[in-house]
């Protein structure tokens, strides 16, 4: 796929080597790929036109809310390799709530929980799965906390492909696996992190056998940069003044970086927005990083955050994050758990929902809002990561005593105490 | 509402008698009310060239996939009442696995699990709220075993407004009623069934100042039109030799039977599929009624089917369900729990999913063809009417022994064996 010819190239980000054929995991140096493409010799008015034309297509692969974009995410694979299933294409939302929530100005809640497996995952792996199938792979793999595995199997399976999922036992959201599960996925669990997982793909991977499909497969990374190209589309190519995102695994900040700083160089985009990436107090290696100018990441070996897909101890995109950030001169912040899901009832009380590591961003956008970080006459788009059913665990914490659950009669007495209002005789 | 000047009538379906002003429940009679609009007098051509156009649409009220339709569904609406938040535009699967499977020529899964709130109600229950709203209403009410109540308190928390469930307190799905309250609806559990808690409304719903949002609510049976006007225009308004749908409450097939009425007056499809209405053995009282040739329905006391949202024992729909059927030509099936789950399994796999009411669809096409009512040439549309992710009970049952949850550590013999690979040296 690295190919001179059309102008891209597969490079490691930190020893600088060009790929030679396909290496499926990391470089020998120990570094993650990253896909270099011809950016500057692209006519970015035509590419608007281009992406704005396809918005019309309601069938084929140019209706995907990511193959609207093939042209900044991988022209190099051909047509027919390319793997849709309604992916993108999800709402933008303005919503008054959020914004005085937060005391900003404005606030967009770009809504990637609406993807068919219900998680931002979708935009990235739809990339991998059909760079993998290209090269003619059958079994595909990851390590994951769950939202990963549950787009991985249902592509895989979506394609007639076979997918293997390694599992921490503990720790993860019931509903994620069992969709995981669901879609046919072969699934191992074993005791340990996510970032052992990680560890042994990267040793194994290839004496397997297995197409790895975490975010250290540079594919992930261009699909998932359709989902700021599609905010700026909705936002006619303007965006707001902060984008706020979720920071577990770190290649979304990565994703979201490089496609700013693609669209800034094509000119669809006159100025790029502040990157907020907001980590889980009890999972914030990276924020800590950035806190304390360390040159490098110290990996937290417990993490613990009830944003289960946050809780992530040794992000392996790091790297790529704090190029991202220094880029936007972003910011990064920490948030507690009980911030983390205040904003989301928030969020699921405005009719849009989300599940817990989603609602970290808005509540990143207030914690940077009392620090004086963002400023009250600003505006947010905060990216909303995952489906609200896709953590149902959290719901039954949240709202068991939102009601009267006491069963019993059904009586107008008790119907008018409930909402407080009053029968007319 | 019901107004003679453009044409629109609300007419109750038993007595025939014209509503004056808006009666929110039902008939004096205890008939249940029905939209009749001036078809004969609309042109199918502009409305067709319409709906194609308005497909260009990516924002605004016509890109909705229930108002993208709205001459059919409440052009007496104004137009600033309109709800609209992402319904509709739901993917179309031409599934080869699921043909295969019921012995059929082509089977084309039509996903309204995408649905904003993950069901088919939310097409539906967009035009409700909108009916609701434009007349002032605040409390927004539905008695309901889970999607129902999910979408109305997704709509009721969109537009600021409040939302009452009455929720039987046994046998419900708890994805469900966490969803729904985190929306926030007020939840008032109660010892009974669905069918005690439309009767409550039937009775008190007007002494309480609620407007109900059951089906019984004929704006519900308008939006859900929108179903079958979206699977017509996506097959270039061709439609198969069937359409399948489970059967609860049995508005599903009233507004299918409805919708299809409409197109086929308006020559917008040139003949009529057959509907196959599938429900579950252990809540089948329609489907017992039509094999016995009975005159009316006899309520099934105690349903009992691991299809959460089929276990409904007096649908108060029957009678519009059976002009539908009778119409079209139509049949029903009862298929068992057991069925249902195998044919869950293969929509599962195909990378699609759905919960267990959806796949009563696609086991019923199977035993209808294993019956040879339906034929080995013919094609069907099975409606998937919820997620994956709302049933997540079913998925640990089903699926609790695919892979190796026992744990221990990572090891690349463990993962040959999983997958049947080998490990190269």
């Known amino acids: 796929m690295a190919n001179e010819a059309n102008g891209v190239q597969i490079y490691c980000t930190d020893c600088g080597t060009v790929m030679q054929g396909w290496k499926e995991t990391i470089c020998r140096c120990g570094g993650t790929w990253d896909v270099r493409r011809p950016i500057a010799s692209m006519d970015g008015e035509r590419l608007r036109r281009l992406f704005d034309e396809r918005l019309g297509q309601r069938s084929g692969v140019y209706a995907s809310g990511v193959w609207r974009y093939r042209e900044l995410i991988a022209p190099e694979l051909p047509e027919e390799a390319l793997v849709y299933r309604g992916e993108g294409n999800t709402g933008l939302y303005d919503s008054t709530a959020a914004a005085q929530y937060a005391g900003v100005r404005r606030i967009w809640l770009k809504a990637q929980s609406e993807n068919p497996s219900g998680s931002f995952k979708d935009n990235g792996m739809v990339a991998a799965v059909s760079h993998g ?103 006619d190519w303007s965006l707001p003044d902060w984008i706020a995102i979720p920071g577990g695994a770190l290649s979304h900040v990565s994703a979201l970086g490089k496609g700013l700083e693609e669209l800034f160089a094509l000119g669809l985009i006159g100025r790029l927005p502040r990157i907020a990436l907001i980590q889980a107090e009890g999972a914030s290696p990276f924020h800590r990083m950035v806190q304390s100018g360390a040159a490098s990441l110290t990996p937290e070996p417990k993490p613990n955050t009830r944003a289960s897909a946050l809780n992530i101890g040794n992000p392996p995109s790091w790297r790529k994050a704090l190029k991202a950030l220094q880029m936007t001169n972003g910011v990064t912040a920490a948030v507690s758990d009980e911030q983390i899901m205040a904003a989301k009832r928030i969020i699921d009380r405005s009719g849009i929902g989300c599940e817990p590591a989603s609602a970290a961003t808005l509540a990143g956008v207030l914690k940077l809002r009392t620090e004086g970080i963002i400023d009250g006459d600003e505006t947010a788009a905060c990216i909303l990561t995952g489906n609200l059913l896709k953590d149902i665990d959290a719901l039954h914490e949240l709202y068991e005593n939102a009601g009267d659950a006491s069963g019993g009669t059904l009586n107008v007495e008790r119907v008018a105490e409930l909402c407080s209002v009053q029968a007319s005789p």
């Open 133 to 235: 199938r290209s090269l003619g792979n059958k079994w595909f793999a990851c390590s994951s906390t769950g939202n990963t595995s549950a787009s991985l199997a249902m592509y895989a399976a979506w394609c007639g492909l076979q997918s293997l999922v390694l599992a921490p036992a503990k720790g993860i959201s019931p509903a994620k696996i069992s969709q995981t599960s669901a879609y046919g996925a072969r699934i191992l669990a074993f005791d340990g992190t996510y970032d052992d997982g990680i560890r042994f793909l990267r040793q194994s991977a290839e004496k397997l056998g297995l197409y790895v499909c975490n975010s250290l497969n540079p594919y992930r990374i261009e699909g998932q940069k359709s989902i700021v190209y599609e905010l700026a589309q909705q936002l």
